[in-house]
Nanobody, 125 residues
């Protein structure tokens, strides 16, 4: 079972940027779909972004569209989420996850199999 480790979270001012990374214990992102989700205190885990297994199609939540970019390296070991123009409402624990093919249901957390431990992002106003 692949292990996922997120990094790159932290405290940032409103309007700032962060790049989160997700490192897998083996090559996985070039054969599996991957997603980023987040969970704020007292709220359900919500979809942020996803990337299809072939790297062709990206998906974004409306709340982050236009200011976020999901990507992965060619080796399929590390994936990224670049977030710009951060807002206090972006404050949450961010999780990366993988889902086997096909690229269906990528916005639904229950479709995914493996999850990282999460990285905290805090945006101050």
């Amino acid at each position: 079972q692949v292990q996922l480790v997120e990094a790159g979270g932290g405290l940032v001012q409103s309007g700032g940027s962060l790049t989160l990374s997700c490192t897998a214990s083996e090559r996985t992102f070039n054969t599996n779909n991957m997603g980023w989700f987040r969970q704020a205190p007292g709220k359900e885990r919500e979809f942020v972004a996803a990337l299809s297994w072939n790297g062709v199609t990206t998906y974004y939540a409306d709340s982050v569209k236009g200011r976020s970019t999901i990507s992965r390296d060619s080796a399929g070991v590390t994936a990224y989420l670049r977030m710009n123009s951060l807002k206090p409402e972006d404050t949450a624990i961010y999780y990366c996850t993988v889902k086997r093919r096909p690229a269906i249901g990528l916005r639904r957390p229950y479709e995914y199999e493996n999850w990282g431990q999460g990285t905290q992002v805090t945006v101050s106003s």
